[in-house]
Structures are given as structure tokens and as C-alpha cells.
């Protein structure tokens, strides 16, 4: 074997790209060369070996660091741009290597997302302040050395912003002074976490009277399953006694009804939640928190549906004890919610709270309350995404009320106004500015979902408990069977436009009418 054999061999293994399986192979013919070479052509070919190794271990290093800088160029303010275009659902989704432009036909042919009360896109900016939690801060915020400093600086600043989002109205209540405490900020993993946990701690908490006489829980008929389905487990187990009080054809119950169904001594929690994810309906929490808080009786709300399309100030919720905030309805990552406890509350009129955990017992963290490591990069994006909500509140109303209205007007337009029937209530004071539950006489939604799906994302319902029968919500509405079979819920966002309005009633009516045979 002469000297360019040799060469050959290393510069082989230097420059192709790596494959364990080929580079054994070269290997193996290589050897096998070498035990029918000279000494001193063994020697160098040996020589050449190592070479080749060393550069395959090097290209191999080279690789990765390019891969982890790509990575973290993403927190880069310099590409904004692109993480616009790859977060936001109403462009095209992009592949690994995204730019920051796209072209005007695969925006046509890109999904309109209705479903934002389903979940929400990871906001870019909200991304942009998780990263460095992600990539390089990220200690324990239990841990007393300095790579735990920040994560405990960022989980306590989120704590910050997102009790600003129940930042009072009017600053003259002078029987809440601590009512903004961070420390009434706990973090769970869910919307359904921070509901249980309300639950429970009105029952852990109770006077040994009322825990020995069974305690009694009023709620709505409307509840999401982290609220209902929880509490016909309780019943089951014996654990308490549930009232709920049926709403009205438009979605509302009323507050003198929740008022009457409280038990003198024995009620020991009323739940109510602000809104309705699947009407948009709003309940009326201030005037019941309000008869709650003056009779000793706390009061919990599940305003997760609510956060970033109306207020939730204490305040205008009649100063709740406890109030449940999600994440990923707000542009936060899924995995993050909270719920805010008013200091003190589980202290009041005979109630005491045991010094462990409630739900999830293990470490202190969450104030003793509820043990496991946060979940510091989502926490941090959970408090950018309050901070944004409560700066965009306004403003992003309005726009979305006048985008469902325009969703409405053209669906009446192409199908008629007698196909089209809109549930919950007329009142725009009394819904959600984005939610629009519209039902389509003698339409399957199901099937036309199915129709639709690649190019309009909706639902039928409540996205976490959709079953493809009329739901729960719509049978407490009494809203009528042939409108209720094709009601689809279409939630808009504060980046969704016109022309996404326009285009998707224009697909759910074309659908509709070959459905209906009318097309």
C-alpha cells in the first residue's frame, strides 16, 4: 500500500459525514490492507488512522456547536421576524429551516385558527423570555447557590405580574390592604389542577361541624368538568353534598338563585365561573362573591376563559377568595396555571388549614401548599403573557368583538339568518368579545368539522371534553336540537383579521350547504 492509499483513507474518514456503520467499514478494509503492507507502510497508515478519528471526533464537535447556537439564536431579538412567522397559527407552519418570509400562496392555503379558547399560539414574545430559562438559568429556585438566584428571581417577578392582572380598579378598599400579596399566587400545572385544588381547600379547611354534618357546595350546571366532573367524584365518595343551580336559555344563572341555594352553616364553598368557555356567557361572580365574603362563606371562580378578553380585577369580581388563571388560554405555554388564594381566607370564621400539602404533597415549595420543582420557563413565560394581557385588555377587545360580529353577519349572509342561530346572550355586556357559539339548522357539526378541519380549525364544544354529542352546556340552554347538533364554537384572537373572518365563513358555508344538499 503506498503513501496516497494512506492519505486517501484519512481523508475519507476526515470529510464524509459520519455513519458508525460506514466507518467501520472503511476500517475493517483498511486493517485488513494494513496486514498486507510493509512496517514501516503499517506505520503510517496507522499514522493516517489517528488523523482520520481525530478529525471525525472534531467534525462531530463542530456539528453539535453549530446546532446548539442555532438553538439558541432563537431568544436573538435579531430573529423576531421568524419566530413571528413559525408562532402565529394564521401563517404557514414552518419547516427547520424557517424564514422570516412567506410566500403569498402558502398563506392562502394556511388553516384560520377559531379556536382560541382551546388554547392560544406561544406568543413570540412570551418565548423570547423563557429561553434564557430553557438554555442558561437553569438552577433549582430551591437551591441557595448562585445558578438557583435567578430561577427564584424570575419565579417571584412572574408572581408580580400576574397578581397585576387582579390588580383592583379603584384603590380605596380599606378591608383588603393585603389582598395583592404575591405570596396569594400559587402555581399548578393546570386549569383543572387549580380548580381541584380550590375544592379541596375549602374542604380541608371547613370547622369540624361542618366537616362531621357533611359540607355543602353550590355551583352552576354550566361548570367545566375541572369543576363538575370533580365534584360528582366527591358526592360518589361521600365527601360532601352538591347544589347546582340551572342557567337560562341565553347561558347566565342568576345570583339571587346561587344567593338560595347557600345552607346557613353548612355551605362551605360556592364555585362559580366567570365565564363560559363554550357561550362566552359571563356569570354574575361580583354579586355573588360579594353575599359570600359578607357570610363567611368562601367563594372560588374558575376565570381561566375569562383572563385577556375581560377584567378580572378583584374588584369587579366582588373580591373572590379564591380565583383560577391558566397559561395557555393567554399565550403562555400548556403545563402552567395558577390559583390566586386571598391571604388569610383559609383562617377566617372558624376555618383552619393543616400546616402539609393539599393536593400535591412532597416539598415546600408554593408556600407549603403544593410540593414539586416549578416549572421555572413556563412560569416565566406565564408571567409575560399576564403583563401582555393586562396591557392589550382594551384594545384587543374590541378588536375581537368586531371580528365575531363580522364572523356572524357572514354566516347569516351566505346561509340566512333563519339557518343561523347564535347561543348565549344578546347582551354584548353579558359574553365574551371573541366567543361565538353559532348553531346551523339541520347541520352535523361533527361531520362538517371533519369537512373543514385542514382548512378552518373550530370545535364543536369544549375541546378537552368534546364527545361529538349535543354537550352538556347547550342541553342546560334548552337550545334547540337542530340547531344544537350543528352548533360550532368559534373563538377569535387579537391577531385574527378580516380576511381570516371572511375566508373561514366562507368555507363553513360552503360546507354547510353540501351537507344540506342546498350547494
Not at 475493517?28 to 514501516?40: A, E, G, L, P
Not at 339548522?441 to 364544544?461: N, P, R, T, Y
Not at 347547550?474 to 381570516?500: C, H, I, N, W, Y
Amino acid at each position: 500500500m503506498d503513501i496516497f492509499t494512506i492519505t486517501a483513507a484519512a481523508y475519507v474518514l476526515c470529510t464524509i459525514p459520519y455513519d458508525p456503520l460506514e466507518h467501520s467499514t472503511i476500517t475493517s478494509i483498511t486493517v485488513t490492507s494494513m496486514t498486507q503492507s510493509s512496517t514501516s507502510t503499517q506505520a503510517a497508515l496507522a499514522v493516517g488512522l489517528i488523523l482520520g478519528a481525530t478529525g471525525v471526533a472534531l467534525l462531530s464537535w463542530l456539528q453539535k456547536q453549530q446546532q446548539k447556537q442555532r438553538f439558541l439564536d432563537i431568544s436573538d431579538n435579531s430573529n423576531n421576524d421568524c419566530l413571528e412567522s413559525s408562532l402565529w397559527l394564521n401563517t404557514t407552519t414552518s419547516s427547520s429551516t424557517t424564514t422570516s418570509s412567506t410566500s403569498s400562496s402558502n398563506e392562502d392555503d394556511a388553516c384560520i385558527y377559531l379556536d382560541y379558547n382551546g388554547t392560544t399560539p406561544i406568543y413570540p414574545q412570551v418565548l423570547q423570555a423563557m429561553m434564557p430559562y430553557l438554555t442558561q438559568n437553569y438552577g433549582n429556585p430551591s437551591s441557595s447557590h448562585v445558578l438557583g438566584r435567578e430561577p427564584r428571581r424570575a419565579v417571584d417577578q412572574a408572581r408580580k405580574e400576574i397578581i397585576q392582572l387582579l390588580q383592583e380598579t379603584t384603590s380605596n378598599n380599606d378591608n383588603n390592604n393585603n389582598i395583592m400579596d404575591p405570596s396569594s399566587i400559587w402555581f399548578t400545572s393546570c386549569g383543572t389542577e387549580s380548580d381541584n385544588l380550590a375544592i379541596q381547600l375549602a374542604l380541608q379547611s371547613c370547622s369540624e361541624k361542618q366537616a362531621k354534618k357533611k359540607p355543602h357546595i353550590v355551583t352552576c350546571n354550566v361548570e367545566h368538568a375541572a369543576v363538575s366532573a370533580y365534584l360528582n367524584v366527591l358526592v360518589d365518595q361521600g365527601a360532601c353534598t352538591v347544589t347546582r343551580v340551572p342557567v337560562d336559555a341565553s347561558g347566565c344563572v342568576s345570583s339571587q338563585a346561587m344567593i338560595a341555594a347557600v345552607r346557613t352553616k353548612k355551605t362551605v364553598l360556592v364555585t362559580l365561573m366567570l365565564a363560559n368557555n363554550e357561550s362566552g356567557a359571563l356569570q354574575p361572580c361580583q354579586a355573588v362573591a360579594a353575599y359570600c365574603r359578607r357570610a363567611g362563606i368562601l367563594f372560588h371562580t374558575d376565570a381561566a376563559q375569562a383572563v385577556g378578553k375581560t377584567s378580572v380585577a378583584l374588584d369587579r369580581l366582588g373580591y373572590p377568595d379564591m380565583v383560577s388563571l391558566v397559561g395557555h388560554k393567554i399565550g403562555a405555554p400548556k403545563g402552567v396555571a395558577c390559583l390566586y388564594v386571598r391571604p388569610g381566607s383559609m383562617q377566617e370564621h372558624g376555618r383552619a388549614l393543616h400546616k402539609h400539602g393539599v393536593l400535591m404533597i412532597g416539598g415546600a415549595q408554593e408556600f407549603g401548599r403544593r410540593g414539586g420543582t416549578e416549572n421555572v420557563p413556563s412560569i416565566v413565560g406565564f408571567g409575560r403573557a399576564a403583563a401582555m394581557a393586562k396591557d392589550g385588555l382594551e384594545k384587543n377587545a374590541v378588536h375581537m368583538h368586531a371580528m365575531r360580529a363580522r364572523l356572524l353577519e357572514k354566516l347569516q349572509e351566505l346561509l340566512g339568518k333563519d339557518m343561523v342561530r347564535a347561543n348565549g346572550p344578546e347582551d354584548p355586556a353579558l359574553r365574551l368579545p371573541n366567543t361565538l357559539s353559532v348553531g346551523l339548522k339541520g347541520v352535523h357539526s361533527g361531520d362538517l368539522l371533519g369537512c373543514i378541519g385542514d382548512k378552518v380549525a373550530a370545535s364543536a364544544g369544549a375541546t378537552c371534553h368534546s364527545t361529538g354529542a349535543i354537550s352538556s352546556v347547550l342541553q342546560a340552554m334548552k337550545v334547540p336540537e337542530e340547531f344544537a347538533r350543528g352548533t360550532l364554537r368559534l373563538s377569535l384572537g387579537p391577531k385574527t383579521t378580516a380576511k381570516d373572518v371572511d375566508k373561514a365563513a366562507a368555507i363553513i358555508a360552503e360546507a354547510a350547504k353540501k351537507q344540506l344538499g342546498t350547494a
